[in-house]
């Protein structure tokens, strides 16, 4: 089979669904590789570097004689249109409220998989993109916070006098939000944490940064089977605003990451709060892309609210773009094994396969998973 990495065209996207070492290695497992010229371009991958693991460089055409397709985002009308019948396409597909793109993909007679619907078990962790990418997010949204602050992170004590340490509010304390932890801690900030799933708290602790939660019978239960957290009711939401308006009023920076899957991120930042916070605070918001935590933040942008600056960046992941796809190449590469047959050298999707099952949308001219519009088997 031949396998195409496209260039991608979204303005936002400096990421590559391939690294030198992927191409090699689906080269050594029989694969003809063609990566489309410019591909790796904003992960300081060059033509060259793809050409010497083994890779053909095509122009965007190139893509019509491909089995499968490797890419970042979804695949746009055109981009679709360019791809032959019965192709599959693997990307990080961006499922929930666009069934209208996921039928054109299927119309078009495209297998679609969407990585970031790899379910998290044992097996597929060196699959996970939304785990690879969020702990790369959570390092950046740090890195983010430091450049626009003003003041030092660590305390300095100098001839001249000493320089407190900054405050750090990490909001949700999954993969991106304990990274942030991390990093905020290694640069010396005090660091505080919070979220609704009671494992976090242990995560937080052994990391060194204080945890904050209403910790009622609702937070007790507030993990999913898929170790996500629910939606929480009003009742802990207003809970939860009270405690945390006293905690925000003394911090210098807070990195909210609060999401659930499939809905709108949670709102945990008032207007009120961020007037409470000193002048100079910051916050960063990692749930921008999908409404945000923090009122008033805008995506793609430093908003100013109250006085605070809430920092908005799409897509972080990319801006720390060569990381990002090297993780992201490996996520894919993994997967990619699993849907192969090893003597033929050929695609052979087993559908009984439960990471099949889990991240196929579209397939045979239609949407094929349930929670997308497919018919539930
Ligand atoms: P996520 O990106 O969906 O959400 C980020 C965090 O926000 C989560 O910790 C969530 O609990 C929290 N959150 C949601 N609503 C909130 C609210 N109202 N207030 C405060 N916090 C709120 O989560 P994630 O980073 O993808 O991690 C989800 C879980 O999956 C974690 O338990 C993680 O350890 C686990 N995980 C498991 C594997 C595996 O292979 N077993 C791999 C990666 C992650």
Redesign the pocket.
């Known amino acids: 089979s031949t396998v195409f990495i496209a260039k991608e065209s979204h303005p936002e996207e400096s990421r590559v669904a391939a690294s030198v070492d992927s191409v090699k290695k689906m080269i050594s497992l029989g694969l003809e590789v063609v990566v489309q010229k410019g591909a790796g371009a904003g992960s300081q991958i060059s033509d060259e570097a793809f050409a010497e693991a083994g890779a053909k460089l095509a122009t965007a055409t190139g893509a019509k004689s491909a089995d499968v397709i490797l890419k970042v985002r979804r695949p746009t009308d055109s981009e679709t249109k360019s791809y032959k019948k019965g192709a599959t396409v693997i990307a990080i597909m961006d499922p929930y409220g666009n069934e209208k793109a996921l039928g054109a993909i299927a119309k078009a007679g495209l297998s679609s998989f969407a990585m970031e619907l790899m379910p ?3 097996r ?2 060196v699959m ?1 993109v ?2 690879s990418q ?1 702990n790369l997010a959570g390092y950046q949204a740090v890195i983010d916070a430091t450049h626009e602050f003003d003041r030092a992170l660590p305390m300095m004590m100098t001839a001249a006098g000493t320089v407190p340490a900054a405050k750090v509010f990490v ?7 304990l990274q942030a932890i991390a990093t905020a801690r290694r640069l010396g900030a005090v660091v505080s944490a ?4 009671p ?2 708290k242990e ?1 937080v602790a052994s990391l060194g940064a204080k945890f904050i939660a209403v910790e009622d019978e609702e937070f007790k239960a ?2 999913t089977a ?4 629910k ?2 009711s009003k009742e802990y ?1 207003a809970k ?1 605003a009270e405690l945390v308006a006293d905690h925000i009023a003394k911090q210098d920076i807070v990195i909210t ?5 499939g809905r709108p991120a ?1 709102k ?1 930042v008032s207007k009120a709060m961020l007037k409470s916070m000193k002048p100079g605070s910051l916050c960063v918001d990692l749930a921008v892309e999908r409404g945000g935590n923090v009122e008033g933040a805008k995506a793609g942008e430093i908003a100013e609210v109250e006085g605070v600056r809430i920092i908005g960046y799409n897509n972080v992941p990319g801006r720390i773009a060569a990381s990002a796809s090297q993780l992201y190449a490996k996520n894919l590469l993994s997967f990619l094994e699993t849907l192969i047959d090893k003597e033929e050298k050929t695609l052979a999707i087993d559908m009984e396969d439960e990471l099949v099952k889990a991240t196929l949308l579209t397939q045979g001219g239609k949407i094929v998973h349930p929670g997308f519009g497919g018919a539930s088997d």
């Open positions: 998290r078990i044992t597929a962790q996970d939304l785990s969020a909001m949700g304390a999954g993969v991106a939000g919070t979220d609704v799933r494992a976090a995560q507030a993990e898929g170790g996500y957290a939606e929480m939401q939860q990451t609060a999401l659930i899957p949670p945990l």
